[in-house]
């Protein structure tokens, strides 16, 4: 089970840090990636880390530069670190663990789901 954390209420230019807990079933072996779900749209990647091979990240364009995706394999969990928010990062956030250990851009490629967590940024 994958337990996400962190959200809140941010102004822009704010930041946020969600937390993904793996419990009863490691993550370990996993590359894992956030997605984010805004009101009437689809669910879209942010951001993914593969399991391990020097920790090899891959960003969707509008987050670069300003989210970190990391991972503490000791402690089960992955983090998506949050910098320059902005209204248009307001959604729910998922986070995902795939079969697979490289970064996974497409949904499709995860089949273990978290709850979501709510971020909202207020201009």
């Known amino acids: 089970q994958l337990q996400a954390s962190g959200g809140g209420l941010v102004q822009a230019g704010g930041s946020l840090r969600l937390s993904c807990a793996a419990s009863?079933?490691?993550?370990?072996?996993?590359?894992v990636g956030w997605f984010r779900q805004a009101p009437g749209k689809e669910r879209d990647f942010v951001a993914t880390?593969?399991?391990?091979?020097?920790?090899?990240?891959v960003y969707a364009d509008s987050v670069k530069g300003r989210f970190t995706i990391s991972r503490d394999n000791g402690k089960n969990t992955v983090y998506l670190t949050m910098n320059g928010l902005k209204p248009e990062d307001t959604g729910v956030y998922y986070c995902a663990a795939s079969p697979y250990v490289s970064p996974r851009r497409m949904a499709i490629d995860y089949d273990r789901w978290g709850q979501g967590t709510q971020v909202t940024v207020s201009s």
């Open positions: 009863g079933r490691t993550i370990n072996g996993n590359a």
């Open positions: 880390i593969s399991w391990k091979s020097g920790d090899s990240t």
